[in-house]
């Protein structure tokens, strides 16, 4: 049986022989219908490279994040570090083959993260590295631009110095895919190193206990048809 459905939604083309009732089935409809349109696959950068558009795709949506601060590995305590911006945006890829991708490292600890970006013919899209994290004050959240929505870091939580006792350094900013690390606390340990892509390291909190790295970026690209 073949089936066809036209741009008005009318059925045409249906052969009813064989059918005792001469209707037609689901099962007929199923197997004969070609949807098309909608999410066709998706290409994940943990590191730099090349998209390259597959086969039928027309649009994107693309989602680039900036690696995370490192936490602040100062003398006595340090904030964490500020979380990655994040650029999202759709593109119309009919005449574009493919683009370039850079995914920005997270930073080591009193470092900043490093830009992620996605660059092809008439789009930029950077998502900026989130700040180191500070002896006072906070790590800042990186910024964003390019996208159709354009997602600022999140800032790192301040370093916490009121008494020896419960001294302790700030958790790390936040991004688009979630909370940074925490902070190293003064009878526990090293902060732990930041695992969510693009979010802050957690700062120092004395001597003994040393700040973490911040976590690197990503590059997301959505494909559809």
Not at 126 to 146: E, I
Not at 198 to 208: C, D, F, H, L, V
């Amino acid at each position: 049986m073949a089936i066809t459905i036209n741009g008005s939604g009318t059925i045409t083309g249906i052969s009813q022989g064989g059918l005792p009732d001469g209707c037609v089935t689901a099962d007929d409809i199923a197997s004969s219908v070609q949807l098309g349109g909608g999410l066709q696959s998706q290409q994940v950068f943990t590191s730099s490279g090349t998209w390259t558009k597959p086969s039928g795709i027309s649009k994107i949506k693309v989602i680039v994040t900036g690696g995370g601060g490192g936490g602040g590995n100062n003398t006595n305590s340090g904030s964490g570090g500020g979380g990655g911006g994040t650029a999202i945006k759709i593109i119309d890829v009919s005449s574009i083959s493919s683009a370039t991708v850079t995914v920005g490292n997270g930073g080591s600890a009193n470092s900043s993260g490093d830009n992620s970006s996605f660059v092809c013919t008439g789009h930029t899209l950077t998502g900026n590295g989130g700040g180191a994290g500070v002896n006072t004050g906070y790590g800042d959240g990186g910024s964003a631009t390019g996208g159709d929505i354009n997602i600022t870091g999140g800032d790192s939580v301040v370093n916490k110095d009121t008494a020896y006792a419960d001294q302790e350094g700030g958790n790390g900013g936040g991004s688009y895919w979630g909370t940074g690390a925490s902070g190293a606390t003064y009878l526990g340990a090293n902060a732990p190193d930041s695992v969510v892509y693009g979010t802050g390291g957690g700062g120092r909190a004395t001597n003994n206990y040393l700040a973490s790295s911040g976590m690197s970026g990503i590059v997301v690209v959505e494909e559809y048809a």
